[in-house]
């Protein structure tokens, strides 16, 4: 499956944004997708995950309270809101995917199990 993530931008800090990661190739619902993000000097870190049917959804603590992820899988299209946006949120936002198994219904937060990798959308949140 191929990733294209968008919707990255500058935003001044308590801004929001919505990000999307559109998909092809296969069977969209057949994945788990997640949200990492990056930022200078720093390692690649989980921010959430929903499940291919959109039922399970997963957060790091450190944000939950400010996103949501969503998806519509008609549409081939997941989404991360990100609202009341702080200047440590500045970093690369990349989404991935991998293939769910079968009877499986959580969604991980171990970038190690993400075989599909998009392109990375820069937010940059000044204060």
């Known amino acids: 499956v191929q990733l294209q993530a968008s919707g990255g931008g500058l935003v001044q800090a308590g801004g929001s944004l919505r990000l999307s990661c559109t998909a092809s190739g296969q069977r969209f619902s057949d994945y788990a997708v997640g949200w990492f993000r990056q930022a200078p000097g720093e390692d690649r870190e989980f921010v959430a995950g929903i499940s291919g049917n959109g039922r399970a959804v997963n957060y790091d603590e450190s944000v939950e309270a400010r996103c949501t992820i969503t998806r519509d899988n008609a549409k081939n299209t997941a989404y991360l809101q990100l609202n009341n946006l702080k200047p440590w949120d500045t970093a690369v936002y990349y989404c991935?995917?991998?293939?769910?198994?079968?009877?499986?219904?959580?969604?991980?937060?171990?970038?190690?199990?993400?075989?599909?990798w998009g392109q990375g959308t820069l937010v940059t949140v000044s204060s």
């Open positions: 991935a995917a991998y293939k769910m198994g079968y009877g499986q219904i959580d969604v991980t937060y171990d970038e190690e199990q993400y075989d599909f």
